[in-house]
Antibody, heavy 116, light 111 residues
């Protein structure tokens, strides 16, 4: 079955960096667009970024452009999100999801807390 | 303020039917973009419930159904069960924002 496992979250001070990872299994990873979606504590969902199967097409929501970088390694069945210049408003659970038009499968999420 | 508008909460008794609305505009639902629905149980990750306006992924009970008309969409749940207590989110694409957008979420309480 499809499994997505995120890692790399934690506590970081404002202006700091984190790299999130998502390990995929149970499907042909290289065939699918992949996305990162986040949820601030007690809030709704926000689509952060997606990347095409080959990595040639990438989307970012405006609030993270220039600070976040999505990437993938199809040989390792892994998705990444490099997050730089982190702000308090980036505090959220970050989910890895399969697809880009909609999230067909989701991981359990990893919590990123930006605080001094 | 979410681009897609959902009621903050709805409730119903076991066995009843409830609907959750999702209202958009001419740049998203009204432009013909598909609407998708997710269920988020307490403490869990969201799960795809309906995709492409009306389609259920394998394993989703047929008590859940979706519809779309004009600039709005709806999720209907029949035969309400205690296990349906969750937050529900709609999602579509917005051409003005050039990206996917979610509704603010609706909390369903089973009385």
């Amino acid at each position: 079955q499809v499994q997505l496992v995120e890692s790399g979250g934690g506590l970081v001070t404002p202006g700091g960096s984190l790299r999130l990872s998502c390990a995929a299994s149970g499907f042909t990873f290289s065939d699918y667009y992949m996305s990162w979606i986040r949820q601030a504590p007690g809030k709704g969902l926000e689509w952060v970024s997606y990347i095409s199967s080959s990595g040639s097409t990438i989307y970012y929501t405006d609030s993270v452009k220039g600070r976040f970088t999505i990437s993938r390694d199809n040989a390792k069945n892994s998705l990444y999100l490099q997050m730089n210049s982190l702000r308090a408003e980036d505090t959220a659970v970050y989910y890895c999801a399969r697809g880009y038009k909609f999230g067909g499968n989701w991981g359990q999420g990893t919590l990123v807390t930006v605080s001094s | 303020q979410s681009v897609l508008t959902q009621p903050p909460s709805v409730s119903g008794a076991p066995g009843q039917r409830v609907t959750i609305s999702c209202t958009g505009s001419s740049s998203n639902i009204g432009a013909g973009y598909d609407v998708h629905w997710y269920q988020q149980l307490p403490g869990a990750a969201p799960k795809l419930l309906i995709y492409g306006n009306t389609n259920r992924p394998s394993g989703v009970p047929d008590r859940f159904s979706g519809s779309k008309s004009g600039t709005s969409a709806s999720l209907a749940i029949t035969g309400l069960q205690a296990e349906d207590e969750a937050d529900y989110y709609c999602q579509s694409y917005d051409s003005s924002l050039s990206g996917s957008v979610f509704g603010g979420g609706t909390n369903l309480t089973v009385l």
